[in-house]
């Protein structure tokens, strides 16, 4: 792969041939450039996305639970906490 004097800028070819490593970087928060004939023409980012906490996603089921009717113990099977 040739790599810009930067390490965050890449040709259109070696973007291509190398893109689930490039991925890779961006998801560990990377910015990177993609440049066609040495002028840069895109760049790769991390999408800004919080991510829920447990005590959200745990309320989320707890909504579906009781849309889907499900008794106590099935939720508890549903979430991983089937403690039977």
């Known amino acids: 792969m040739t790599i ?3 390490q965050n800028t890449f040709g ?3 973007a291509k041939t190398n893109f ?3 991925v890779e ?3 560990s ?3 990177l450039t993609i440049t066609k004939h040495g002028k840069p023409v895109a760049t790769i980012s991390p999408i800004e996305k919080p991510v829920p906490e447990l005590g959200e996603l745990i309320e989320q089921l707890e909504g579906t639970r009781s849309l889907l009717r499900l008794g106590k113990n099935d939720y508890r099977k549903l979430i991983g ?3 039977h």
């Open 25 to 27: 970087r961006v998801m």
């Open 4 to 6: 810009a004097a930067d």
């Open 12 to 14: 259109i070819y070696d």
């Open 81 to 83: 906490r089937d403690d």
């Open 20 to 22: 689930a490593s490039l």
């Open 29 to 31: 928060g990377e910015t």
